[in-house]
């Protein structure tokens, strides 16, 4: 069962303040380290008794008592801590001589059970047997008042990784010392979470400092903010520790700023909604271009938990699970068996084997464009009896603000017929992207529709005319610039459904730099634009006649091709996992089918 508890003073230094922060947010627990900015070993015991009485009233239980014990070096011992590394002992003066039993008094005046300890400041030479002499008088010390020490990895102590932490506990036998868990110490150290390891010692892991680090700022920051897969560590703990212990996440804010309170109060806000959470566990295949796309959707998204990475270049699978703090898997099919979801971000041609292997499996996927490239593909998906409710195809573009609002509005206004459409990528690609890749290869790619038109031919298609057959006017393809791949890099097309005429046109060839990919909708009484770099950036519409109107709908601005829509995608599809309820833009793999059929048909075209 697992609590939720915050270390006081990053709260406040004022304890009024503390306990109001408390029972605004509803939170029963608090972990003690510093009062009015004295640390908790140098308040008079009176004083304590004042505090445990005010607490008691107030129906605050205490968690942990955060104290310094070992945050020191032994007698004849220089410690050798790096000196631009701070040791913050929080106001802990020094040591004297009854320092350690003085600690255990106060915690039992406050009725705790957990007392949190170090490993001495780093210092060469350092060996797990030096601790020995004091560890067995705080050992004896918890007998005498039944407590539990709580072991801390901390950076500018001697046990600061999981594996010294897994050695500790293999020569330290007494129950009375258990483990105080603190991923975001990790992080700020290079390291990451080793689950093969934190699986040795999770038993004795009773408290966990949850404390978020982001990388690219090297700085904690406000939890939930940073770059550690808290969802991830929340499962494997709810999995591991048994329903009848206790788990204490204990907030420590550590986010720097003046405003300890807001920060502390988004950190807990965001602490409970990962515990309360019901998430869909993801695994992502293929660790290429797209794949920071898909994971930071996935982190983003309170329901959804990258679980684990798979690709065929293991090195480049390990720095994404170290870097995404997820699992590296060393096959496909473990990926599968751990996952309820299987992103699949890998070369074309591939798609289909893999989609195969997941619905063997019974387990959903979420493969990016185009989902296969040809008819025979096509078939081999389509003998699974689930394929229409378990594989779906990434077409983001769909939930791009623009294109929804476009698509609301038309639904909500009679503009009459659809006239003309047209739809144009203008994008640029140099000769690096193609040089040792896959894109441009026609056996892998398909062609550049199946990459770069996909998402613009996939918006045109939902206005062609249902139970009627597309007419193709006319279909050209030709490389303008890049004169060395095996498909295009400029298509033009024209064709007909029903009174409509549709214009496409899709190059990668409009050098220096991308250019734009907009939709023209010419209706009888009005008129729509969609532009941006990806159908992400304005839709403009204009009613004709006496109800001349203009309509303006500017949103968020992407420099990626691949817009913002992956995000709310992510969300709808863990929606429909948890709950049954499927959005309307979410691409099956029958729709996605329809898509590969046409372009197909295009190509044939363009080849007579």
Known sequence: MSKISIINDEISDDIKEVVRFLKEHDLNYVELRSINKENIINIPLPKIKEYAKYLQKNRINVSCISSPLLKWHPKNVKSVVDKNSKVDQFNFKEKYNNTN??????????????????????????????????????????????????????????????????????????????????????YKQGSDINYDKLSEIKNKIRYIHAKDYSLMQKKYVIFGHGDINYKKLVSFFSNSINSDDDLFYSIETHAGGDDKYSNSSISVNNLKEMLGAQRVKYGIVGCGRIFKKHALSIKDDKNSELVGVFDIDMQKAREKASEWGCSCYGSLDELINSVDVVNICTPHNTHTQIIEEVLKNGKKC??????????????????YKRYKSDAFVVYQNRFNKPVLEFKNFIEKNKLGELLYVFGSVRWFRDREYYANSWQGKKHIEGGMLFNQGTHLIDIMMQHFESNKKTEILSSFREKIYHKNIDTEDIFLAQFRSGKSIF?????????????????????????????????NGFLNIHLFGNDNKEFIYDTEISDSVYGYGHK?????????????????????????????????????????
Do not use: W
Request: net charge negative; aromatic share 10%.
């Open 503 to 535: 214009n496409l046109e899709v190059m990668v060839s409009a050098a220096p730099c991308n250019l734009e990919s907009s939709l023209l909708f010419i209706f009888e009484k009005g008129r729509a634009i969609i532009g941006g770099n990806s159908l």
């Open 366 to 383: 979420l493969c990016e464009k185009p989902g296969c490239i040809n008819v025979a593909d096509m078939s081999k998906i389509k003998k």
């Open 101 to 186: 039993e003085t600690i255990f008094q106060i915690a039992d005046i406050f009725k705790v059970e957990y007392i949190r300890i170090f490993s001495y400041l780093k210092y060469e030479d350092f060996k797990l047997s030096h601790l020995n002499f004091e560890l067995e008088e705080l050992i004896d010390l918890a007998e005498k008042y039944d407590k539990l020490l709580l072991i801390e990895n901390e950076p500018v102590c001697n046990i600061d990784t999981i594996d010294e932490l897994a050695a500790f506990v293999a020569i330290c036998k007494s129950d009375r010392v258990q483990i105080l868990f603190d991923p975001g110490n990790l």
């Open 568 to 608: 709310t995608l992510i969300k709808k599809l863990s929606e429909y996992v948890l709950g049954g309820k499927r959005d309307d833009n979410l691409v099956d793999f029958e729709e996605a089918c329809m898509r590969v059929k046409f372009m197909n048909e295009l190509y044939d075209a363009s080849d007579k």
